[in-house]
């Protein structure tokens, strides 16, 4: 009998069998003993004056998880478990308050808009509204790259993960079309092109919905405990005006930084006309799915009225497409992101509320103003906001960072005497277009650079350059429009 991590040869029905050195499947040594440290040392310190001993334990467990996902020695949801854990045997939280997360209608937006976007991809309506885009706008590259931004654009309502979406639907298609042309440009320039400008566009889409990523109902809810409400519309109409024009300006100047060496491109309608014609006339389950895609569209719009909140009216989606058998209930065990999504995001939620609660945020909001107490609100909220936008340098996703300080910058800039709903409004956004700095900065980011188009130092570079137009057309046109709207 052979027992763990021996190497030596064992005699097996007349084969001599070498089993193979057992390897350590478990957590990453270096980053957890980082991530404990961290931990450790936070709980280790004495309380600051103004906070109670468990608000400042929750503070240590709550940069544990963060620092967990920053370093990764654990997936997210075992992360989170074992911060839940320690916050509960230590008594810092009882285990009712760290799952009362789960039952946020935020949450569950975000839950039940996977199966959303389930039904939109199972049926194949999602990769036909690409492939009608391309043909129609793919007549030249710039064309090309507005329309498949612009198909993004119109799915984007209904499929809140960024991975799904982006790097489901629209990486494949546009990694096709960049590899027909490096026969043309072996200079491989009009790919490179395709596949940053659409990264970018996807990180602009990312941020004008209300269910567009699945940090921006996590926004709403924390605006709703500052008093604000944030509805399905009012996200869109404050979004729209700013979105619509990133998403004009920036292939445009991507143009200029990474010229595409062909500015025709033939060869996108030819191919889109032919996945059209392989994929036939449109099924029944595709007409489902679109009249549904129209109904739950009108109720976020229009439900208020209704009374009918966001969250009911994904689920009354959800209802519709399981009875019509557009998917069943094991497309829906399936999607493990959803379930996944649900524990992880719920639990981070409890803490972030739990801090809130205990008076933490408040705390480090009165910290933060003292620093810049002598400055106007406009230069102090410009240098948070900033602030708030770079740090995402640290992070390797949207919602672990917008769940770590997105409450403690609002309260903070409210303190100072920045307007609430445009503080809440341009935290929110920048928390989806910090998305497109970095190689890792966001769930398709990954996915796009690993296509080998564009290397590592130009995509830095590209996202800098990116970050800095963002924020000036999100503050300056997006101000202007704010004005007008008098959301401040």
Known sequence: MTTFNKTASVQEKGHIVVPEKAQWRGAKPIPFLITALVGA?????????GLTPQAWHLFAIFLFIITGLVTRPLPVAPMVLMGSLIAITTHTLTFKEISIGLSSPSIWLIFVSFFLAQGLIKTGLAMRASYIFVRS?????????????????????????????????????VLALAKTYDEQDKTLSTGRFLIIATFQGSVIVSAMFLTSMAA??????????????LTWGKWFLASSVPGIASILIIPMLLKKIIPPKLSHSP???????DKLKEMGKMTLDEKLMLGIFFVVLNLWLFGAYLKISNTTAALLGVMFLLFCGVINWKDCLKEHTAWDTLFWL?????????????????????????????????WAFLIMIVLYFYSHYFFASNTAHLTAMYSAFLAAAIQIGAPPLLTVLILAFFSSLFGGLTHYSCGPAPIFFSSGYVSLKKWWQIGLIMSICNILVWLVVGGLWWKILKFW
Request: charged share 5%; aromatic share 12%.
């Open 216 to 229: 921006n109902p996590i926004a709403a809810e924390i605006a709703s405990e500052f008093g604000i409400t």
């Open 137 to 173: 706008f793919g007549h030249r590259i710039i064309g090309l790259v507005y329309g498949i931004i612009l198909s993004e654009l119109i799915l984007a309502p209904f499929i809140p993960s960024l991975v799904a979406r982006a790097g489901g639907i629209i990486f494949p298609i």
């Open 346 to 378: 719920g639990t981070l939620v409890a803490i972030g509320t739990a801090l809130k609660n205990l008076g933490f945020f408040t705390w480090f909001s009165m910290n933060i103003v003292s620093f810049i107490s002598s400055m106007t609100w406009h």
């Open 267 to 273: 060869e996108a309608p030819v191919m889109a006309s």
């Open 41 to 49: 040392g936070i709980w280790a310190i004495p309380v600051p004056a």
